[in-house]
């Protein structure tokens, strides 16, 4: 016996799960949504991004101290530098949007958050790309085209800003868990 289609993803659990709504008519693009946060979770959790950030803060520090001793640009990016992604993806592409975000004017915190929520966002674009490509390979273009309007629909369901705060655990941003309809009451909920 086979799961069908999803069995096959070259992705982790989450992303599967993400596919497998997406590509279910009878969710919509709120119930597609719900699943984005446990796959970008899954993916930073995987990829060790909680021990980024703490670099990330200790270099860049806080920025009343940075206000107090007045620390160079050049100082910024050479602290920057010295953290390492060592082969993670999403580390990598973290380290590489905070540092975007001090070259465009933003300290610490701020520079950290907006880094962050641009990481998170590149990192739902490709996952989105990936899911496509698989059910192109797999299936129709048709159907690709389908799980692509899926994904974008679902994507604009939800705050990438709220999401990095999350993740940063910073404010009283939170998402709620994903729906689960598994029960034969549970049928296609009424607008």
């Not at 107090?68 to 993806?89: Q, R, T, Y």
């Not at 273009?141 to 940063?168: C, H, N, P």
């Amino acid at each position: 016996m086979s799961d069908g289609p999803h069995k096959s993803l070259p992705m982790q659990k989450a992303w599967r799960k993400l596919a497998q709504r997406v590509a279910n008519s009878t969710f919509d693009p709120v119930q597609v949504a719900e699943a984005i946060p446990d796959a970008l979770g899954e993916d930073w959790q995987h990829d060790g991004c909680d021990e980024v950030v703490r670099e990330l803060r200790s270099a860049l520090g806080d920025t009343r101290q940075q206000s107090l001793f007045g620390e160079s640009v050049e100082d910024k990016f050479e602290a920057l530098n010295g953290i390492s992604p060592s082969g993670f993806p999403l580390r990598r592409l973290l380290l590489e949007c905070v540092t975007q975000a001090v070259e465009g004017g933003l300290d610490g915190a701020e520079a950290i958050a907006a880094g962050t929520e641009q990481a998170l966002g590149e990192r739902l674009a490709r996952g989105n790309l990936q899911v496509e490509e698989h059910y192109r390979r797999s299936q129709s273009d048709q159907t690709a085209a389908a799980v692509r309007r899926g994904l974008r629909s679902a994507a604009a369901e939800i705050s990438l800003k709220d999401l990095a705060g999350k993740f940063l655990k910073i404010g009283g941003s939170s998402t709620p868990p994903a729906s689960r309809r598994d029960g034969l009451d549970d049928g296609v909920p009424h607008p």
